[in-house]
């Protein structure tokens, strides 16, 4: 029952996540802008079937695949990764959750930046930042929805447990 309950946790803490992920593409024009001239940097290197001669054919594919690419990114890697370390190590603080999810999340622009092999003595641009901060924030809230979520599952369990 235990491992429904943290799969149940799971879907609720990515279903969080996105919801928060498109509150923050609505709400602030940095982050749709970033994520826009990222998209189209990435593009210039890629074949994909929804670019013929360099032009976009099908929206809905490039939308599709922006998409994916900053959930798995933003909110599925840093979550999984900070799930498996705290069942591995029987992490049951809401700190552990919040900070590694919300630390791994910030990252991503960072790995991105040593992925395309940019200079790193470059000036850090303060919208890198704003949105490095908006991706911590959506990482720690997702942390903090599974943390609850998985707590609220374990405690029911443990709580039919007779020690006499």
Same mark, same amino acid.
């Given at each position: 029952?235990l %491992?429904? @309950?943290?799969?149940? +946790?799971?879907?609720? #803490?990515?279903?969080?996540?996105?919801? &928060?992920?498109?509150? =923050?593409?609505l709400?602030?024009?940095?982050?749709r802008?970033?994520?826009?001239?990222?998209?189209?940097?990435?593009l210039?290197?890629?074949?994909?079937?929804?670019?013929?001669?360099?032009?976009?054919?099908?929206?809905?594919?490039?939308?599709?695949?922006? %998409?994916r @690419?900053i959930?798995? +990114?933003?909110?599925? #890697?840093?979550?999984?990764?900070?799930? &498996?370390?705290?069942? =591995?190590?029987?992490?049951?603080?809401?700190?552990?959750?919040?900070?590694?999810?919300?630390?791994?999340?910030?990252?991503?622009?960072?790995?991105?930046?040593?992925?395309?092999?940019?200079?790193?003595?470059?000036?850090?641009?303060?919208?890198?930042?704003?949105?490095?901060?908006?991706?911590?924030?959506?990482?720690?809230s997702?942390?903090?929805?599974?943390?609850?979520?998985?707590?609220?599952?374990?405690?029911?369990?443990?709580?039919h447990?007779?020690?006499n």
């Amino acid at each position: 029952m235990l %491992f429904r @309950s943290n799969i149940f +946790s799971l879907v609720l #803490a990515l279903i969080g996540g996105i919801l &928060l992920l498109l509150y =923050a593409f609505l709400i602030d024009t940095n982050l749709r802008d970033a994520a826009l001239a990222a998209l189209l940097y990435s593009l210039q290197f890629s074949t994909y079937e929804f670019l013929e001669n360099g032009e976009i054919q099908n929206i809905f594919l490039l939308v599709a695949y922006l %998409f994916r @690419s900053i959930f798995i +990114s933003i909110i599925f #890697a840093p979550l999984m990764i900070a799930v &498996l370390i705290g069942q =591995a190590v029987s992490a049951r603080s809401y700190v552990w959750y919040a900070s590694v999810n919300g630390f791994l999340s910030s990252l991503a622009p960072w790995i991105i930046r040593a992925a395309n092999k940019s200079s790193f003595d470059q000036n850090t641009d303060p919208v890198e930042l704003k949105v490095s901060l908006l991706f911590f924030l959506i990482g720690a809230s997702t942390g903090l929805i599974y943390w609850f979520f998985a707590q609220r599952g374990a405690n029911n369990n443990n709580s039919h447990i007779n020690l006499n």
